[in-house]
């Protein structure tokens, strides 16, 4: 399992959490969601716990770049 931190501070107020292995039915069958993979609001295998609750890892990819985020009462929490 991998560590990762989650906050959008950059400060001591980030919170480390571990990746849980979760993947969705079209995952495990080697699909994905968009043709090409690029988009907004792409749903990771991962999940990670935080605030008590385990919460989906999502990613927006354009270009080569991907920014991975969970999504807390509307607001994207960077996950690095």
Known sequence: MA??????NYDAS????????APL???ERGLQK????YGSKIET??????KGRDRRVYVDVF???????VIVKG?????R
Request: hydrophobic share 40%; aromatic share 10%.
């Open 25 to 27: 039915w079209w995952h």
């Open 3 to 8: 560590t990762v931190i989650i906050g959008n």
């Open 63 to 69: 270009g080569n770049a991907g920014s991975a985020y």
């Open 34 to 37: 968009t043709a090409s993979g």
């Open 45 to 50: 295998r991962h999940k990670v716990n935080y």
């Open 75 to 79: 607001e994207k929490i960077t996950v």
């Open 14 to 21: 980030d919170i480390e959490a571990t990746l849980i292995d």
